[in-house]
């Protein structure tokens, strides 16, 4: 198996995130755009014209040339709030012309660019002819072999065995836990269950999974944590939560935690979003 490269691997991360990042920027821009056609408005009924600043001994001047005329008329201190729109109008007709040619600009690249162009040359080789070719940077099946291999599951051996058995063919403590994997597996995001993670004092513990995002190659681990009821389970948990924080993961980042009760079971459409937001 081809190794996977460091470099490749933080340029894969950085090409991955530029469609999402551009959709973020135009929705910016559009914002914005918004935001200009508001303020155009308030302009209504304000003589058409240009704003001129110039200095004399060391003081600044405004001057206002009407459309029509060449004469610049001198604006005096009293009339310093219509100073003020004159100039804050042509700010605002210059930024809305600006922000709607960025626009045009960024749609069509985005509309253009894509993101799998690179991978696709490689990912749609014959199986011989792959054989033979060693590509730029590792395709997804290389990244995902990879990191299964470095992140094997099974690991907790403290417990006793689980018995509840996932649609993958895994085992796992719970039904929230199979109702977890399963979605998990129907995303096809990888995934293992109870890897080992060894905490900040050099202790092992056993997460209830880690998942790849591979998208960007960013390993996160969930933890279910199904008895937020009962109070001992908490004290419990939430020293687990600290340790977790002080050997590196953070929540919202590399870490999800997903909560349950016996009168509010699993959030499905919570898990969702976790999963639209951090693994795809």
């Not at 914002?31 to 600044?60: M, P």
């Not at 029509?68 to 008329?73: A, H, M, Q, V, W």
């Not at 014959?126 to 395709?139: A, S, Y």
């Not at 209830?208 to 960013?218: A, G, M, P």
Request: proline share 4%; aromatic share 8%; net charge neutral.
């Amino acid at each position: 198996m081809k190794t996977v490269n460091r470099k490749n691997d933080k340029r894969r991360i950085t090409v991955n995130n530029i469609t999402k990042e551009l959709n973020q920027h135009l929705l910016e821009i559009e914002s914005l755009i918004a935001q200009e056609t508001s303020r155009l408005k308030q302009y209504k009924g304000l003589e058409k014209g240009k704003l001129q600043v110039t200095s004399s001994h060391g003081n600044i001047q405004y001057l206002f040339v009407e459309n029509g005329t060449n004469s610049p008329k001198y604006m005096p201190a009293i009339e310093k709030e219509k100073v003020r729109l004159f100039a804050q109008r042509e700010y605002d007709e210059k930024m809305y012309e600006h922000l709607n040619t960025t626009k045009a600009r960024l749609s069509r690249f985005i509309k253009n660019y894509d993101e799998n162009s690179i991978d696709a040359i490689y990912e749609n080789m014959c199986e011989g002819r792959k054989r033979l070719v060693t590509p730029i940077r590792p395709d997804k099946e290389t990244i995902i072999n990879t990191w299964m291999e470095m992140h094997p599951g099974g690991m907790n051996t403290i417990d006793d065995e689980p018995d509840i058995r996932t649609n993958r063919g895994d085992f796992v403590r719970s039904k929230s836990e199979k109702i977890l994997a399963d979605y998990f597996y129907e995303a096809g995001i990888p995934y293992q269950c109870e890897p080992k993670f060894t905490l900040f004092s050099g202790k092992n513990v056993y997460p209830d999974f880690v998942l790849l995002n591979v998208r960007s190659n960013k390993t996160i681990y969930w933890e279910h944590l199904g008895k937020v009821d009962e109070a001992a389970y908490v004290i419990r948990n939430m020293g687990k939560l600290m340790d977790y924080e002080k050997s590196g993961l953070l929540l919202g980042d590399n870490l999800i935690i997903t909560l349950e009760t016996r009168e509010r079971p699993l959030d499905m459409e919570l898990i969702k979003r976790n999963v639209e937001q951090f693994l795809i």
